[in-house]
């Protein structure tokens, strides 16, 4: 005689997941698949706007050299290159100190000039300019290198009054935005320097100049 079949414990594959003999549950299970393969394919945030570009520096033209003012610089920077043997004795004017004095015009643009210093080793000569008049850096940085342009072609000038070798050094830049390039003479021993400076002029704050100066390289 058979023995009675208990319900749940027999019958059907045993092992078989409850979830599979259910349809609201196969249902579901394909809900979720579905909502994971959406999101993954779904559409991706758009990047930010880049920012427009910048617009580029303005040029600022190297102030206009008139007729005659190459000529002016490269005869007043000869007259000094002249005097520095005796210390610019003959250069000499008002006394502003023990060893100060006022100093002629370079040309029309180093108008200030001074000489400071007795003795060949000491003596320097120096002028100062603002390029056009203005005091912008930018302005003055311009006229920086249209200067030293100048004086390059005064230096390399055949002499007839002396025997010169100059020799130009690397623009070098200081602290402060400020700049200067030296020309040394070769030639000579002790060696005359020419330096042309970009500099602040504490005088005017913001106000920037030239200063053309002179002296004994040591």
């Not at 058979?2 to 019958?11: F, L, S, Y």
């Not at 698949?33 to 580029?56: D, E, F, I, M």
């Not at 600022?60 to 007729?67: C, E, F, L, N």
Request: with cysteine; charged share 20%.
């Amino acid at each position: 005689m058979r023995p009675a079949v208990v319900p749940g414990q027999g019958g059907g594959r045993r092992g078989a997941p409850a979830a599979a003999s259910r349809p609201g549950g196969a249902r579901r299970l394909a809900a979720l698949l579905l909502g994971v393969l959406l999101t993954a394919c779904g559409p991706t945030a758009s990047p930010p706007p880049q920012p427009p570009p910048s617009p580029p520096a303005a040029v600022v033209p190297a102030p206009a050299v008139r007729a005659g003012d190459q000529e002016r610089l490269c005869l007043g920077l000869r007259q000094v290159v002249a005097a520095w043997p005796d210390a610019f004795a003959s250069l000499r004017g008002l006394a502003t100190g023990p060893a100060g004095w006022q100093a002629p015009p370079l040309d029309d643009a180093f108008a200030r000039c001074r000489i400071e210093g007795s003795g060949l080793l000491t003596a320097s000569h120096a002028c100062l300019a603002r390029p056009g008049g203005v005091v912008d850096r930018a302005v003055a940085a311009a006229g920086f290198e249209a200067t030293g342009a100048r004086i390059e072609r005064c230096l390399t000038e055949p002499d007839s009054a002396a025997v010169r070798r100059w020799v130009r050094a690397g623009t070098v830049e200081l602290a402060g935005g400020e700049r200067q390039v030296l020309w040394h003479d070769e030639a000579a021993w002790p060696r005359p320097a020419v330096q042309l400076k970009l500099e602040e002029d504490y005088d005017q704050p913001g106000a920037w100049r030239l200063r053309l100066a002179t002296y004994t390289m040591r």
